[in-house]
């Protein structure tokens, strides 16, 4: 198994740009989190699904987006970014079970300059 | 919300027994306490888990008393490829739609 993937690793934008990060997972999870971490600091909950087409907010939810057509996808879209969403973004996958822990990807370094 | 409270940071040696404490006051009843590791760079990865009692894996164990108001994480006889920041986190994996929310975590450096 693959475990969670992310693509891209980096990526640098523009202010205004728009772009999707993408994440995958191969362990049938229904449960999947998206997460930013700002230089030395923790992580932070953008926004988590508990299963195909059910999505809900986190901490820090404003200026994303997110869809969840299928078990294994769950994108984070930017619709107009801002130098304040430089970050490294990771998302994550539990499985059904109380005690199931979080499944992490290697992450997506953005830069908006 | 179950808010976690860790050190910012902790520095030990090779060869020593790390300790690192998280208080969890308002934990639920069916919260989980999990640690994770996380180095530069990479994802935060899971280390161990525990409800109550002690847990011990092949890496480290977990000390958690009866009101669960807190839990230890234990590393023993520690290395310098230790050095990273732990995490503690309270929440039920899985179903209920838990915001699974992260504290600030300890970085722990770890010297000859």
């Known amino acids: 198994n693959a475990g969670v993937t992310q693509t891209p690793k980096f990526r640098i934008l523009k202010i205004g740009q728009s772009m999707t990060l993408q994440c995958t997972q191969d362990?049938?999870?229904?449960?999947m989190y998206w997460y930013r971490q700002d230089p030395g600091m923790g992580l932070k909950l953008i926004y988590y699904?508990?299963?195909?087409?059910?999505?809900d907010k986190g901490e820090v939810p404003n200026g994303y987006n997110v869809s969840r057509s299928t078990t294994e996808d769950f994108p984070l879209r930017l619709e107009l970014a801002a130098p304040s969403q430089t970050s490294v973004y990771f998302c994550?996958?539990?499985?059904?079970?109380?005690?199931?822990?979080?499944?992490f990807g290697n992450g997506t370094r953005l830069t908006v300059t | 919300l179950a808010k976690t409270t860790q050190p910012i940071s902790m520095d030990s040696y090779e060869g020593q027994e790390v300790n690192i404490t998280c208080s969890h006051n308002?934990?639920?009843?069916?919260?989980?306490i999990t640690w994770y590791q996380q180095f530069p760079s990479q994802g935060p990865r899971f280390i161990i888990q525990?409800?109550?009692t002690k847990v011990t894996n092949e890496v480290a164990s977990l000390f958690i008393p009866a009101d669960r108001k807190s839990s230890t994480l234990s590393l023993p006889r520690v290395s310098l490829s230790d050095t990273a920041v732990y995490y503690c986190?309270?929440?039920?994996?899985?179903?209920?739609?838990?915001?699974?929310?992260f504290g600030t975590g300890t970085q722990l450096k770890v010297e000859l």
């Open positions: 994550a996958s539990s499985g059904q079970g109380r005690d199931s822990p979080l499944h």
């Open positions: 362990m049938n999870h229904n449960y």
């Open positions: 699904s508990v299963g195909a087409g059910i999505t």
């Open positions: 308002n934990i639920a009843t069916n919260d989980y």
């Open positions: 525990g409800y109550k």
């Open positions: 986190l309270v929440g039920r994996g899985g179903g209920g739609g838990n915001k699974l929310t």
